[in-house]
Structures are given as C-alpha cells and as structure tokens.
C-alpha cells in the first residue's frame, strides 16, 4: 500500500514528485512518458528562472529534478482503470495493479488538432498550439489563427501586436468569442476574417509555408509562415471520469487545494479546471496538490 | 494611465511581469526590492527545474528573466496608498503618483518573528522559517521547533524523519493544532516537547549551537544547531486593507482566477489565501493573475 500514486509526469505530476520525495512520502509515479506537453514545445521563453529554454531542454531538467530524488517510477506503464473501494485507491495497469491511501491526477490535457494533411508534419515547424506560447516567434510575418471562440480571438489580438498580417479562418459564419474581443479584432486593419472556411491542407516544405482552404466549394492557398490552431483543449481525463466531477469541458473539478470530490484524490495540472495551460501554472499547482495529500494523510487515523 | 500596475517584485510579481511583457502590455513594476522572500532562502531544491540553487541565485534569475523584456520598473519605490476612483485604479508613492484600468497585488508575506536576540543573527545559519525547505539540511542532527500550533507540529513531523532529537518548544500549556498530528508528535521517541516553555535567546557563533529557555521561572541551555520558528506568517496586505476584501489570516481573498473582490484588481502569490508559501506555487500565481489582467482588459470597451 502506497502512500500516493501520482499518474502522470509532466510539470505537475514531475513537481508533485519533488514535494513528496521531499516530505518522504512512499509514492509510485506511473506515467507514459516523462515531460509531457511541456517536451512539445518549441521555445519556452516563460518559464520563469530560464529565459530561453527549448521546450526539450525544460523537460529533461525537470525530470533530472525528478530523478535527483529515490523513487519508484513506472516509465512507459499505461493506467487502465482507478477506482476507490473501502477507502483504498486500486490502479490498475496494462502491466500490474497498486494500492495506494492517495492519488494525483496529473495526466495533462492534449490540443484538439484539426486532423488536416500537414498538421502532424510541421508542428513546432510553424504549427503551433498555444499563442501565449509561441506568438512572439512570428514576428512580422504573415500568420493563420483557425478557430471560432474566444481563444482564436485572443490568439488574434495576441498577434496583432506581433505579427504582419493574421488570417483568421472561422469554419462557422460568425463567432462565439466576446463582443469586445470580436470589435477589437474586426477594427485591426492587420486581420482578415474568412468565414464558413474549411482548412484542407497545410503545406510547408521544412517549415510551413501555407494553407489550403476551401470557401462555399472554391479552394485557395494562403501564404503564412505561422498557423495557430485554436480550436480547443481536450482534458485526459476518461480514465478516471467515473470516478471524480468533471466540468462541462471534461476537467477534474478540484478547489484550491487541489482537492477533487472524492477524499484522498487530487488532481494538478491542464487535466484539472485550473485557469490557463502554461508550464509554470501546472508545475505550481503539482506542488500545492502533493503537499494538500501529505496533508491529508498527516490527518488519517492510521499509524505515523 | 497604464493598463497594469504590479505591486511587488518576489516570484508572483516577476512572473507576472514576464507574461504581460509578453502579452505587450503598456505596464509598471513597483517594488521595494527584487527577488521578495526567494532570495532569502538558504538552499531552494524544490522549485522544478533547478535540482539545487541558492535562493539569492534564483532570484537572480528571476530579476534576470524580468529584465530581458522591456518595462518600466520603480524600484525601491515604497506604496503609500492604493485607492480606485471612478474605475481608475490610482497607487500613490513615497516619490510618485500613478494610474491604471488593473492591479495586481504581489507584495508576499513576511514570517512572523520571535524577536530575540540572536535570531536575526543567525538566520539561513540555523535559523529558519520554512521546515519545508530546510528540513533537510538537518539531518541527523539535534534541532529546535518553536510554536504551537500545525505549522510546528507540521514541521516537527517532517523533522522526525530527518533530524536526530527534535525539542518541540511551545509556549503555551497544550497545542492548538490537529489531534492527529499531536498524537503523531507525541508517539514518536525522537521528539522532546515542552510546554509553558519561553524562547530567550538563540545561540551560537557562525551557526547556531543553541537556545536558551525559560521555564517557570528557571532558565535552560538547549545544544541544538537548528531552529524551526513556527509562529505564523504576516502577509503584507495593510496597504490594500480597506480596498480589497481579507480572510481573518488578513490575506487578501482571490478565486481560481486570482481576482479578488474588486473588478480589475488581482492578487497573487504570499500576499493571498492561495494555500502554501511555496516560489513555484506563487510563480504559477503570478502568471494566472497576469493572464486574469490581460482578459480583463481585453473585455474592457476601452480601444485597443
């Protein structure tokens, strides 16, 4: 029986790692890989501490940290179920099945892709997925933002400052954004909005070089260096959705103390409702999450 | 009138700073110092991404990553005032007045002292406030906890599996904390506790080498080469105490998006109920209550 099980080990789950190696917990780390969405990045510029980083790099410092650190790992091992009988957390594994008092979900969240030709190809070559992230990276150039909601409209506003010219490519006839955010992106003479267009393809060579797009049955090529795809985060949360509240997006409700509504389960990270998908965000919330289940089980009945 | 004002430069302020950067927003720093209560750490192992740095290093990298962007900062510049006036936040200082749509508090906390001689003297050489990050220091050896409540029993159960003799040093006649933790305490043989027990003076010559006590009159010499004070911390919200709604630890109260009870003023990190003290945890704060400012903005009917 484990004291905690921490499935997952991207900033969050790597950062609750380090608090329970530290409060010398006896834990089980179970991920699929070490690193998570943060190893995807291309550049990493706020991260505080390293002013430029690439996403890799960021990622093999933080599992150093990590492994600076005796604990047991279980690298590459897939969960397939969690459940909570009498008290007791039981994971079970394609490979084995653990015991533990506690638990922290960290295992992330994924980009909804658009699942176009070219997407796989040139992502982190041109295709991006966070603004906040890499926006700064195309400066005066030309760029797409493909989306219809209130993240592509900021993506847009993001990149107005930074940009030459943005596409906004909205597959619907209007959008679902904020009035303001829409004002503030139809007055720039930077944006050029296409509505009810599908994005077919995206093209490049070593880096993206356009965009093949189709309005009321005319396709047409675009010429960008950049295409931000903003259509959405998906949580990873299905294996433990019968288990915990999710919200309407499909998050681990969780408090500010990382608790979701079952005792003795804590979720960090992009799988948690926490506002804004960033590295240092997760990686703070991976800490409050360990130390809220060092906390819980310091108040269990069961001997020091 | 700037778009933002960032009270504050420790972790929570200078990860704010970062993302507004990024977010190019027209902005102002004001701090006493930078670096806040990170650079006063001895050894920092548990913030992701550097395995083992001092504080005064870190927050050389934080002042470091901060000033790569371009921003204005009023450094050594004291707030004598925050006040907001028909939607005009106005902060007033020792040397200035200023204007802005938001405001992000990032002003931390300071520990609550003992004040007896000696503890000044030897803070970071034996002295500390945080178990959680110094407790490890100690290993094996013989160390003082002074306090009554669970930060102390907290940080006596961390101790108990680190140090040699903890001396549990309570100047009350029973704790206030946790019976879980109390009994945990009091089961374990490598813990000394003394009640109705007065600190009189910290020890030592270039580290501490012990504590003299008062007990009932009588005085007592301790060898210890640590001390824990685990008194409570004082966040540094006087100045924004009868703008912004406080819990009864006068912290100020913010939601999952760092807002507080005012439209358009945020706070972040020690400064705020945000639960545990922690530089990764205010970190990811900070950019959360950076990100809050820049929606909020974004949604203002103010022109781009």
């Known amino acids: 029986m484990y004291d905690l099980i921490i499935i997952g080990a991207g900033p969050a789950g790597i950062t609750a790692t380090i608090y329970a190696a530290r409060k010398k917990l006896n834990f089980l780390v179970i991920a699929k890989n070490i690193g998570g969405q943060a190893a995807l990045s291309a550049d ?29 790992v279980k690298e590459g091992e897939e969960v397939v179920g969690v459940e909570k009988i009498d008290g007791t957390i039981k994971v079970k594994t394609d490979r084995g099945a653990y015991e533990s008092k506690t638990l922290i979900i960290a295992t992330g969240a994924r980009s909804r ?46 990149l107005i400052k930074i940009a030459n010219k943005i596409y906004l490519i909205n597959i619907n006839p209007s959008f679902r954004g904020d009035d303001v955010m829409i004002e503030k992106v139809e007055k720039s003479d930077k944006v050029v909005t296409l509505y009810n ?27 960008v260096r950049g295409v931000f795809i903003e259509i959405g985060y998906v949580a990873n949360s299905d294996l433990v959705a019968n288990l915990v509240e999710l919200n309407r997006r499909g998050e681990v409700v969780v408090d500010e103390h990382c608790k979701t509504n079952v005792p ?28 809220s289940a060092y906390e819980y089980l310091s108040r269990l009945r069961w001997p020091a």
Do not use: W
Not at 47 to 67: D, N, S, V
Not at 198 to 222: A, F, P
Not at 274 to 279: S, T
């Open 113 to 158: 892709t658009l699942d176009v030709p070219g997407e796989k190809e040139f992502k982190n070559r041109g295709v991006t997925y966070c603004a906040t992230c890499d926006a700064p990276l195309f400066a005066n150039m030309d760029v797409a933002v493909i989306g219809g909601g209130n993240s592509a409209l900021d993506a847009t506003l993001q």
């Open 44 to 72: 990493v510029e706020n991260y505080t501490g390293y002013q430029y980083i690439t996403g890799l790099e960021l990622a093999k410092k933080f599992e150093e940290h990590m492994k600076e650190f005796k604990m047991e």
């Open 264 to 291: 003795g389960i804590f979720a960090a990270g992009d799988v948690s409702n926490v506002p804004y998908k960033q590295i240092i965000v997760a990686a703070g919330e991976g800490a409050k999450a360990a130390l």
């Open 197 to 223: 267009t599908k994005t077919l393809e995206i093209l490049g060579d070593k880096m993206v070089t356009g965009i093949r797009l189709e309005k009321e049955g005319q396709q047409k090529i675009l010429d």
